[in-house]
């Protein structure tokens, strides 16, 4: 499979970006960093966009390496990108937009361009112009059209970043099918964690134009690079999605699970609303700078964080080895 | 309606600015797609553009003489490898022509071209599409409506060329005598002002026409583009 090496250095006025990581050729990796962090720079980097110091590999392809002054064109890396903004042609259809891309791939490895306008279900939209999509159509047609060029993977820059609550939700479930059905390995960007939970296999964390963290989205997040990323109220854990009842069955990989919203318990609970009773071993117990307490704990569904106050810590005797019962409100998987 | 004569005239005037347009177009365009953009040297080749318009018609039609006339070193090189006389022929009045709406139509497309969002470019890019295929299939058709409008402007422009064509091609009634040269040569005659004003009734109707024409054709243009 076509794993991505980059280790690049690129400078765009006062803002510097200075990237090594590895992506693994299957699976979904999500590039995960506050605005301004360098995201977007990456990927047009990746892309072949802009022209960046360093090296950029895919599979046994080198895309570009400035020792030996090699800058692959993007028209020839055979890399897709879905941009935030879409960037339909506004001078043609949605059919003729889509017949862009599929002209342009390569002959051997064109796909079944009715099989993915219905998968995408844009068919209803063929005729229609670009200029009177909705948000939603506009991010399907994109989606649509950079399948059909056959690239060898895909990069996402925000492609829910339009989209509210439930269209979101709704999209990235297209995304886990999508690629689940097309084998297709992407790199997304984004900078929701609730988002990056629910679509990552691996993770890239920028922060400032550096490489925070990264490797398999569960340990990567544990990193402590990673925490300091995060919003107070966001910190917390990925729990495996699969051993969650999270009320629907949502194909996710991890949700993530904020230390406010688990609740502790010693002894295990009984009659309780709760769906998730998670048993596990705490593992270490920090206090934090505002006198809470973030208590680390072993369950079945990976290590996760839940943030009691310095009185509850002492009341239950929470401390390293003792076993506890985390609950979790399926509500709170539904950020 | 017309006479004879003033049927020559205006088919003088069509043919020659037409040929103008045809050979002045393309490279006008490629001038406003590079300005269009960075790169070293950039304030020389705008200069250079905007020369016809800075110059003296004459001056500019003079300088073609030097470049262009038999003994120039591109007259006589034409001459001697294709046969082409360029000064006081039809084809002389259509490169006086060519060379004096150059200008209008490199600004028309250049306004055209930087008003196109480059991200679409990038966006075709990574479908695969090369830098030939990213003009032609997306750069050239969204700001067609703007060259459009430019070339009609410079289509109507071109029809009233005096200096630089008079200076390099002559007052030749059927070959280089363009309605603006024929007003000049009536007015020269004794009572020759009824003609004359004919004439310019003609003339001003067509640039006219152009003019509204333009604009009608780059806002239906721009409607269809955008759906």
Redesign the interface.
Not at chain 1, 73 to 81: S, Y
């Given at each position: 499979m076509n794993a991505l090496d980059v280790d690049i250095r690129l400078v765009r006025g006062a803002f510097r970006l200075k990237a090594k990581f590895h992506v693994p050729g299957d699976g979904i990796t999500v590039v995960f960093g506050p605005s301004g962090s360098g995201k977007s720079s990456l990927l047009s980097a990746i892309?072949?966009?802009v022209e960046c110091k360093g090296y950029v590999r895919l599979g046994r392809t080198m895309l570009s390496d400035s020792a030996v002054d090699l800058h692959m064109?993007?028209?020839?890396?055979?890399?897709?990108?879905v941009?935030q903004?879409a960037?339909l042609?506004?001078?043609l259809?949605v059919r003729q937009n889509r017949a862009?891309?599929f002209k342009?791939?390569p002959a051997d490895r064109r796909r079944d361009i009715e099989d993915v306008a219905r998968f995408f279900d844009i068919t209803p939209l063929l005729d229609?112009?670009?200029?009177?999509l909705s948000g939603g159509e506009k991010s399907r047609v994109a989606l649509a059209?950079?399948l059909v060029?056959a690239?060898d993977f895909l990069l996402l820059d925000e492609p829910f970043a339009a989209l509210d609550g439930m269209r979101r939700r709704a999209f990235i479930q297209v995304l886990l099918d999508m690629h689940k059905r097309f084998a297709l390995p992407m790199l997304v960007v984004t900078h929701s964690i609730d988002d990056a939970a629910a679509l990552a296999s691996h993770l890239v964390a920028l922060r400032d134009g550096e490489v925070a963290a990264t490797g398999p989205f569960d340990q990567a997040t544990r990193e402590p690079g990673f925490a300091a990323l995060l919003d107070s109220r966001d910190c917390g854990a990925a729990a495996s999605g699969i051993l969650l009842h999270s009320g629907a069955d949502s194909g996710q990989r991890y949700l993530w699970l904020r230390a406010d919203h688990i609740v502790l318990a010693t002894k295990r609970p009984v009659a309780i609303s709760a769906r998730n009773i998670l048993e596990g071993e705490v593992m270490s117990v920090q206090t934090e700078q505002d006198g809470s307490c973030l208590v680390e704990l072993a369950t079945s569904v990976g290590v996760i964080l839940s943030r009691v106050t310095g009185e509850a810590v002492a009341e239950l005797e929470l401390a390293e080895g003792k076993r506890a019962w985390a609950l979790v409100k399926v509500h709170a998987l539904q950020a | 309606m017309l006479s004879a004569a003033e049927a020559q005239i205006l088919s003088t005037s069509f043919s020659v600015a037409s040929l103008a347009l045809l050979w002045s177009l393309p490279v006008a365009i490629a001038c406003a797609f590079l300005l269009a953009r960075q790169f070293p040297g950039k304030f020389l080749l705008d200069g250079l553009v905007h020369l016809p318009i800075i110059l003296p018609p004459v001056l500019t039609g003079f300088l073609l003489l030097l470049l262009f006339g038999r003994n120039g070193p591109i007259g006589h090189w034409l001459e001697q490898v294709a046969g082409i006389h360029l000064a006081f022929t039809r084809k002389g009045a259509a490169l006086a022509t060519a060379v004096m709406i150059f200008p209008m139509l490199v600004r028309a497309s250049r306004i055209a071209f930087e008003a196109l969002d480059p991200r679409l470019l990038d966006a075709a890019a990574v479908l695969r599409a090369g830098p030939w295929d990213r003009f032609f299939s997306i750069a050239l058709p969204l700001a067609g409506p703007g060259i459009l409008a430019g070339a009609v402007t410079a289509f109507a422009a071109g029809m009233g060329e005096f200096g630089a064509v008079i200076t390099f091609a002559a007052n030749i009634p059927g070959q280089t005598q363009t309605l603006p040269l024929a007003i000049y040569a009536v007015l020269q005659q004794p009572g020759g002002e009824s003609e004359a004003l004919r004439l310019a009734g003609l003339s001003f109707t067509l640039a006219m026409s152009g003019l509204i024409g333009a604009e009608f054709l780059q806002r239906w243009m721009t409607r269809r583009l955008k759906g």
């Open positions: 892309a072949g966009l064109p993007p028209d020839e890396r055979g890399i897709g990108v941009f903004d960037r042609f506004p001078h259809t862009f891309a342009r791939a229609r112009s670009v200029g009177n059209r950079a060029a690239p | -």
